[in-house]
């Protein structure tokens, strides 16, 4: 396989831990502004989700090493991509949010959709930056 | 703003929809491209689908502050959320169209003939699933993305046949992408922990300093690029035999990265990999000529091996996976075998007389493309 073969392998990981995050904290925003609620089952299974890919990110390379296809990046490495300024996030801040998220979205605080913001303005320039060198 | 990103949406939804209309007109291709196409207008209505509900929540929102119930300084997180959406939506739309509609709307007899090769090869070594849509065109070496069921080659239109045993290699890659190959890897898991552990207790035992985060980027490499690449060595060795040996050295020479690894690791341990994979097999005696003209190759030039290139290539790791991957195809799928009327047997024969012959290579292999051409078309 080629190295644009492993960027686009990469941009694809990327791209699915986005829409984990980003779909969860938009559909969390609009259960606490009220528009339009999803049903209770779409908003479990987001939390199940968002759960998810907060583990993803707080993983250890020895858990990664068993996975099918493991996360090639850590916390660390996606917050890089964040420009100065931003507001830190730290694996308590996942681990937080990750119990957090067992009481449903309703519990998740506004700093708690900030920090989920943070990560997904991280992975979408990271996966813009990733596609474009796939696509040069 | 609002208002702008719904128009945004509406155009990337056109977008979505004429390519669903291309691909759904496609005629005169093999089935398997057929087959594709199906699998990725599917997902592209997927995405059109997603764009849908998010311009109807976009509108819902634009709609709430109208009526002046909520400030827009609640509201403008989630236009940032639906923006950030946008973008991720466009760029799946972009590679549907860039790297697969657009190759299928212009799919040439070069093309049909890799797609056709590419299914015999796939229906001999007794694959599981569907084989892909071959495509002879990059100007990288060959290129797979697993997830559109598509394989760029080198658009060569002499010595064919001498590069062709690295579809093997990417055949594996289409397999990892459906769990078929290398899905459970009980020693690589084990073999790497260990390792990690040996190195770190070594570095101790000897005050042998490593650098900072050495040990994290050997396992970061190995457990999210390197494994995978052994595996499709491994399968590719065995599915292809010698063949595929001899590539290797013919691609090491071609793009040389003789100790430096990237997403790969070097081409020394690569090709040192492939040897004991091919010994295993039976075929000492091919090895012995390769690594012959490896070790002559290797003299010549005397390249430097950078600083911890042997902790990052260690053999316990090469060999966990290829145990893995025995495991995990054995019984299932065939190991190559000289004589039989295959295209495996075809490319092995191609490099024997490659190696006999170079000058005289091409007139052997005009005819012999011309009649896998010929059958495949039957």
């Not at chain 1, 960027?7 to 904290?25: G, H, I, K, P, T």
């Not at chain 1, 068993?66 to 490495?77: I, N, R, S």
């Not at chain 2, 199906?38 to 997927?46: A, F, L, P």
Request: net charge negative; proline share 6%.
């Amino acid at each position: 396989m080629s190295e644009l073969s492993s960027a686009y392998s990469e941009y694809e990981r990327l791209s699915d831990l986005f829409r984990q995050l980003n779909d969860a904290s938009l559909l969390a925003r609009r259960v606490l502004l009220g528009i339009n609620p999803p049903p209770t089952e779409e908003q479990r299974m987001v939390c199940d989700q968002l759960s998810e890919a907060l583990l993803r990110l707080s993983d250890t390379q020895e858990v990664s090493a068993t996975q099918h296809k493991p996360l090639t990046l850590t916390l660390y490495e996606v917050l890089r991509q964040v420009p100065n300024g931003s507001r830190e996030v730290s694996p308590d801040d996942i681990a937080a949010i990750r119990r957090r998220v067992g009481g449903g979205l309703a519990a998740l605080t506004p700093e708690d959709l900030e920090t989920i913001d943070t990560l997904t303005d991280a992975l979408d320039s990271a996966s813009e930056v990733l596609f474009r060198r796939v696509q040069r | 703003m609002i208002d702008f990103l719904v128009g945004a949406s509406a155009v990337l939804a056109a977008r979505g929809n004429e390519i669903v209309n291309k691909l759904e007109e496609v005629t005169d291709v093999p089935s398997t491209v057929t087959d594709h196409c199906r699998r990725v207008i599917q997902k592209t209505k997927r995405h059109l689908q997603e764009i849908e509900t998010h311009q109807s929540n976009l509108q819902q929102l634009q709609d709430s502050l109208l009526r002046g119930g909520l400030p827009f300084s609640k509201a403008a997180p989630v236009v940032k959320g639906y923006i950030k959406s946008y973008h991720d939506l466009r760029r799946k739309i972009d590679a549907i169209e860039e790297f697969f509609a657009g190759h299928i709307t212009r799919f040439s007899k070069s093309d049909e003939f890799l797609t056709r090769t590419a299914a015999t090869i796939w229906r001999e070594a007794r694959l599981p699933g569907d084989s892909p849509v071959a495509i002879a065109s990059t100007s990288d070496y060959f290129c797979t993305l697993a997830s559109l069921g598509i394989v760029f080659a080198p658009p060569n239109d002499v010595q064919k046949l001498l590069i062709l045993p690295d579809l093997y290699h990417e055949f594996g890659h289409l397999l990892h992408e459906t769990s078929s190959l290398f899905s459970n890897k009980p020693r690589f898991t084990s073999a790497l922990v260990d390792y990690i552990y040996e190195l770190e207790q070594q570095a101790r035992r000897y005050s042998r300093p490593l650098p900072a985060n050495l040990t994290n980027e050997i396992c970061t490499n190995w457990a999210a690029y390197w494994a995978e690449e052994v595996a499709c060595d491994t399968l590719a060795a065995r599915l292809a035999g010698p063949a595929f040996g001899w590539c290797n050295l013919h691609l090491c020479i071609r793009h040389p990265k003789i100790y430096s690894s990237t997403k790969h690791p070097a081409d020394a341990a690569r090709s040192r990999h492939i040897f004991r994979v091919l010994k295993r097999g039976g075929w000492s005696k091919e090895v012995g000529e390769m690594e012959q003209r490896w070790e002559q190759y290797i003299h010549t030039l005397r390249p430097q091996k950078p600083s911890h290139y042997d902790d990052f290539h260690p053999d316990e790791l090469f060999i966990a996976v290829m145990e893995d991957v025995e495991d995990s195809i054995s019984g299932s799928l065939p190991t190559y075998k000289p004589a039989q009327d295959t295209v495996a047997n075809l490319l092995n024969m191609a490099w024997e007389n490659f190696l006999q012959d170079p000058v005289n290579y091409p007139e052997w292999e005009k005819p012999m493309v011309e009649e896998l051409w010929r059958n495949q078309r039957i």
